[in-house]
């Protein structure tokens, strides 16, 4: 059994949340709180729990602060911001605090459960306008990755053919129907793309793939 929290001040959108995960009977909530600190009260009660599922605005405490404090004290729990908002800086916030993926709160709920469990499987997932546009920020901004470092990235056909799947954002079971694989076999390629690229999540992967000319 998969054990969720939910962080979400709007009731309705609490409700709809509920209502698209409640078709999955692996799945379990275990906690559901109107705002960060709620949430990291609930937690230091019992934390046994895999992932949450993050809003963004929230009073009180927003969850972009909710998942740094969360992230430093229960380093285990997988976080997955869902959210309005596609905007450049919550992107780059969620990201640097620790958040494990960032989808839209629109997404369908066969695309939820996906993320929820590329995501405990060590993936990390992005809707896909959210994927174009970090992609799009990567290539407006400069990083400081030496370009020895990147001559040396070499990726095999196949691995190279997942990286550009990733680059659209799609989940790791979208990339196995796509190039006719199993989830299994896209989890290990993209594990290996991470280790080749020394990369620690999406955004440094997508960087140091566009600035080798992988991407």
Same mark, same amino acid.
């Given at each position: 059994m998969i054990k969720l929290a939910l962080a979400e001040d709007n009731l309705f959108a609490l409700n709809a949340l509920?209502?698209? !995960? #409640?078709i999955y009977k692996d799945l379990a909530i275990i906690h559901t709180a109107r705002h960060g600190a709620e949430l990291l009260d609930l937690l230091i009660e019992n934390s046994d729990i895999n992932l949450i599922l993050m809003d963004i605005e929230m009073p009180v405490m927003n969850g972009i602060e909710a998942t740094k404090k969360i992230k430093q004290r229960f380093p285990s729990i997988k976080i997955v911001m869902i959210t309005i908002y596609d905007a450049d800086d919550y992107i780059f916030e969620a990201i640097k605090?620790?958040?494990? #993926?960032?989808i839209l709160k629109e997404t369908k709920a066969e695309k939820i459960y996906e993320a929820i469990i590329d995501t405990l499987n060590g993936g990390s997932v992005m809707?896909? #306008?959210i994927a174009f546009k970090t992609l799009q920020l990567l290539i407006s901004k400069t990083h400081s990755t030496?370009?020895? +470092? !990147?001559?040396?990235i070499a990726l095999s056909k196949r691995?190279?053919?997942? %990286?550009?799947q990733i680059s659209n954002g799609y989940t790791n079971?979208?990339?196995?129907?796509? !190039?006719?694989? #199993?989830?299994?076999?896209?989890?290990?390629?993209?594990e290996n793309i991470y280790y080749k690229l020394q990369a620690h999540n999406r955004i +440094? %992967? !997508?960087d140091k793939a566009r600035k080798s000319g992988l991407i």
């Open positions: 509920k209502e698209k !995960l #409640s605090v620790g958040a494990n #993926s960032y809707s896909p #306008s030496p370009k020895k +470092e !990147l001559e040396n691995e190279i053919e997942i %990286l550009e079971k979208h990339i196995g129907n796509n !190039l006719y694989i #199993s989830p299994f076999t896209v989890k290990r390629h993209v +440094e %992967l !997508l």
